[in-house]
């Protein structure tokens, strides 16, 4: 089992920039692709960002495209990802995940929870106006 540990959320003042960690336990975290999902109370998860196994390929959810950037690290076992120019509505508990596929035939089946096989506990961003 793949064991996942974000680090790196805390409080921000809107505009600023926090960047997540997400380290992976296993030798074959390398060959999954990953993704971060967010959730904010009283709300759903929501897909954040994603990309595949050798990190050459980025998919965003169309409000987080420009702002937010999503890249790993495989010979450290680690995901990243980089939030710029934060908002108030960033807030939410993070999430990363992977998933037992390099990649996916479709780009929409990066967005959805139920294909990831492994996930974090969460890590809180906050973002104050």
């Known amino acids: 089992q793949v064991q996942l540990v974000e680090s790196g959320g805390g409080a921000m003042q809107a505009g600023g920039s926090l960047r997540l960690s997400c380290a992976a336990s296993?030798?074959?975290?390398?060959?999954?692709?990953a993704g971060w999902f967010r959730q904010a109370p009283g709300k759903e998860r929501e897909f954040v960002a994603a990309?595949?196994?050798?990190?050459?390929?980025?998919y965003y959810a169309a409000s987080m495209k420009g702002r937010f950037t999503v890249s790993r690290d495989n010979a450290k076992n680690t995901v990243s990802l980089q939030m710029n120019s934060l908002k108030p509505e960033d807030t939410a508990v993070y999430f990363c995940?992977?998933?037992?596929?390099?990649?996916?035939?479709?780009?929409?089946?990066?967005?959805?929870?139920?294909?990831?096989?492994?996930w974090g506990q969460g890590t809180q961003v906050t973002v104050s106006s």
């Open positions: 995940a992977a998933a037992k596929w390099e990649y996916f035939s479709l780009n929409a089946h990066y967005t959805r929870e139920a294909n990831y096989d492994y």
């Open positions: 296993g030798r074959t975290f390398s060959r999954y692709a």
């Open positions: 990309l595949d196994a050798s990190g050459g390929s980025t």
